[in-house]
C-alpha cells in the first residue's frame, strides 16, 4: 500500500501555509481540526460497543486485554493499560501494553522496531499470550507491520483481535475480528498522526477499558468503587466517593470505610444495605461485584 493513498498520510489544503500563518490563525484552524475528531470516533460506535463486549465476556472468563502497537499509538495502549490498576483495582497483568522496541521505546524510538515482523510474535509470546486474551492493536495507518504481525499470530492462537486504524479498510482490520477505524483525515502536520489520529485512538481506548470496566461491576453511578488507595489524595477521594454515593457524614464514610478495610465498594453496600462487612462481602460476591445488585 502506497503512502500516498492513506488519509492519515496526505497533505492538509487548510494548512498548506503553516510555516507563514499568523499563530492565532494556525490555532484557530488546528483546534477546528480537532472539533471534528469526536465525530469520526461517534460514527464507530456500533464496532466500539461490538468491541467491548468482546472484551468484557473475555476477562470473565479469565483472560487479559492486550494493547499492542508502535510508537505514539503504542505509547496510548500503553497509557490506558497502565490507568487500569488504580482507577479500577485489577491486577497489573489484567490490562497490558506491549510497545515495539519494549517500554524503553515509551521515551526513545527504537530503530526499526515497528517495521519488525518478528518482535510482535516474541513480545505476545513473553507474557504467554493465550487463546482466553483479546489482543487490540493500534496503529494509525492501519499498516505498520508489528501490529500486523501481532494480529496474526493473536488470530493463530485462537483469541479475539481488534484493530484501531485511521484509515478504512486498514491492513489490520482485515485481519482483526472487529476494525474500529474512525477516519480523522490529513494532519494539520502532514503525516504526525500523534495529533488527530492520536486523540482519536485515545478516545477509543478510553471507552474500551472505561465501559469494559463498568460492565464488570467496577463502577457505580459514576464513581470509580474499585480505586486503589495509594496515596493521601485518593484516600479522601474515596472516603467523598463513599459520601457521595451513600449521602452520609464524612465522619460516617471515614468510619464505615475503616471497618471495610478501605474497600470503597464494600463500605457502600455496608451502609446502603445496612449489613456488616462480612456482609457486604458475601453480597457483592453473589453479584459479581455489581453494586446495584448486592444493595437489592
Known amino acids: 500500500m502506497k503512502l500516498d493513498t492513506l488519509t492519515t498520510e496526505t497533505s492538509n489544503d487548510k494548512t498548506r501555509d503553516l510555516d507563514s500563518m499568523d499563530l492565532e490563525e494556525g490555532l484557530k484552524v ?24 468482546i472484551i468484557k465476556n473475555r476477562l470473565q472468563s479469565g483472560g487479559r486485554l492486550i494493547y499492542m502497537g508502535a510508537g ?3 505509547r496510548i495502549g500503553l ?22 522496541g519494549g517500554t524503553k521505546a515509551f521515551m526513545k524510538a527504537v530503530e526499526g522496531a515497528e517495521d519488525s515482523q518478528t518482535m510482535a510474535q516474541e513480545d505476545l509470546e513473553n507474557i504467554g499470550f493465550s487463546q482466553k486474551d483479546v489482543l487490540v492493536g493500534l496503529a494509525a495507518s492501519g499498516r505498520t507491520p508489528y501490529v500486523v504481525e501481532g494480529i496474526k499470530y493473536a488470530k493463530q ?33 502532514t503525516g504526525s498522526t500523534r495529533l488527530k489520529a492520536g486523540t482519536a485512538q485515545k ?29 493521601e489524595k485518593l484516600k479522601r477521594r474515596s472516603v467523598d466517593i463513599v459520601v457521595e454515593a451513600t449521602g452520609v457524614e464524612h465522619t460516617v464514610a471515614e468510619q464505615t470505610l475503616e471497618e471495610a478495610e478501605g474497600a470503597v465498594k ?12 462480612q456482609e457486604a462481602k458475601r453480597r457483592l460476591e453473589a453479584a459479581d461485584g455489581h453494586v446495584r445488585e448486592a444493595i437489592l
Open 30 to 53: 488546528m483546534n477546528t481540526e480537532d472539533a471534528a475528531v469526536a465525530s469520526a470516533v461517534r460514527d464507530e460506535i456500533p464496532h466500539i460497543k461490538a468491541a467491548i463486549e
Open 72 to 74: 505514539s499509538s503504542g
Open 79 to 100: 497509557m490506558d493499560a497502565v490507568e487500569c490498576p488504580p482507577t479500577f483495582g485489577v491486577s497489573p497483568d489484567k490490562v497490558q501494553g506491549l510497545l515495539a
Open 157 to 189: 492462537k485462537g483469541a479475539a483481535t481488534v484493530a484501531v486504524a485511521n484509515n478504512k479498510a486498514s491492513v489490520i482490520g482485515r485481519h482483526a475480528d472487529i476494525a474500529i477505524e474512525p477516519v480523522t483525515g490529513p494532519e494539520v502536520l
Open 203 to 231: 478516545m477509543v481506548v478510553n471507552m474500551l477499558s472505561t465501559f469494559t470496566m463498568v460492565g464488570l461491576g467496577k463502577v457505580f453511578k459514576n464513581y470509580m468503587v474499585d480505586l486503589q488507595i495509594t496515596n
Open 266 to 277: 464494600t463500605a457502600i453496600v455496608m451502609i446502603l444495605a445496612s449489613c456488616s462487612n
